[in-house]
């Protein structure tokens, strides 16, 4: 049975992907006929360059939201600080419920322009999804498992570590995903504030009825978005142990 569930499963991913590389392949068929992929090469160095800036915002401001979110999750599951999860996880909602653009603002406000206030709203409006599936991935860990785990004498930190947080994984990589992927969709938005990235041909395109450049910006940043969670999902099956991912 376990290798049935898994052979569907794969035929599933592998479902999603070939329709996905499908879309691409009839989107760059249209936009052909269409004349537009020429226009598109026409920016090609800028789409290079403002890739680079593309990843740049996502790498420090998604690995930052990694780096506290998870912590933030952990120390809310304890038994001690479980009774006020929900409540600081409502604060963390408020950033998710403010329009992005109106978090950009207020950071612009705060910090100036350019990439530092950025990075801080994208690393705001990332923070929450990794909280939550954090803290929920450790509390939903089976209670027939922390109590074999005391049993044996293991400490606090060993349980931790080798119980509640491999058998999280799963759950916890379903929010970095979703972090990452609406992070990514998200940059666009820094370049209103001077913090650079594919949003420039984005908006520049709108401002000037500029198809070629408008797609220019978005199809590098759709691409992203793709490669960002087919990455992610890469490192969620290699880093899951056998047995808690169903994909293994």
Do not use: C
């Not at 954090?134 to 931790?160: D, F, K």
């Amino acid at each position: 049975m376990a290798d049935i569930s898994k052979t569907n499963a794969w035929r599933r991913v592998g479902s999603v992907y070939l329709v996905g590389v499908a879309a691409l392949v009839s989107v760059g068929i249209w936009l052909e006929r269409l004349g537009l992929v020429e226009e598109v090469r026409r920016y090609w160095s800028d789409i290079v360059y403002l890739t680079g800036q593309h990843i740049e915002l996502t790498l420090i401001s998604g690995g930052l939201a990694i780096l506290t979110g998870i912590p933030i999750g952990i120390l809310l599951s304890r038994p001690s600080m479980r009774r006020w999860a929900e409540s600081l996880m409502q604060i963390l909602n408020i950033s998710t419920t403010i329009p992005t653009l109106a978090v950009l603002a207020l950071s612009m406000t705060l910090l100036g322009i350019g990439s530092t206030p950025a990075i801080f709203a994208l690393w705001l409006a990332s923070l929450l999804y990794i909280v939550r599936n954090a803290y929920s991935g450790l509390i939903s860990v089976p209670a027939h498992m922390l109590e074999a785990a005391h049993g044996l004498g293991m400490t606090p930190r060993q349980i931790l570590l080798q119980v509640e947080l491999p058998n999280s994984l799963y759950v916890m990589f379903a929010g970095i995903r979703t972090a990452l992927a609406i992070n990514v969709g998200t940059v666009p938005l820094a370049f209103l504030i001077g913090g650079g990235g594919l949003g420039e041909l984005i908006f520049t395109g709108i401002d000037l009825n500029d198809t070629g450049m408008m797609l220019a910006g978005a199809i590098p940043t759709a691409l992203l978005a793709v490669l960002v969670d087919s990455l992610a999902g890469v490192a969620a099956y290699m880093w899951i142990p056998r047995g808690i991912n169903p994909l293994r």
